[in-house]
């Protein structure tokens, strides 16, 4: 007994699940990116430039370590800061 659709008909099937479930990926990582794109343009735009994040991040990891004294870290966080 021979099916309705066939080996052909099979395999087209199926090729049009995958393309199916290939889209509906696609579109998740598409919504999924741009929610993260807007949320990540709000932060950054509230952090500032990002040579003055990176600088006073590891300034403020040189604090952490214990490589510089409060006074440094006040007086070049100050001058990363534009308030010098």
């Known amino acids: 007994m021979h099916h309705a ?3 052909r008909g099979g395999l087209f099937l199926v090729f049009l699940v995958l393309l199916l479930v290939v ?3 696609a579109l998740l990582l598409s919504v999924a990116s741009r929610r993260r794109g807007a949320t990540g343009a709000t932060a950054a735009s509230q952090r500032g430039p990002s ?3 990176g600088a006073l991040r590891i ?4 604090l952490a370590r214990g490589e510089i004294t409060t006074d ?3 007086s070049r966080r100050s001058v990363l800061s534009g308030q010098a």
């Open 5 to 7: 659709l066939g080996l």
């Open 23 to 25: 889209a509906v990926v």
């Open 51 to 53: 040579f003055g994040s």
């Open 59 to 62: 300034l403020d990891e040189r």
């Open 72 to 74: 440094e870290y006040a």
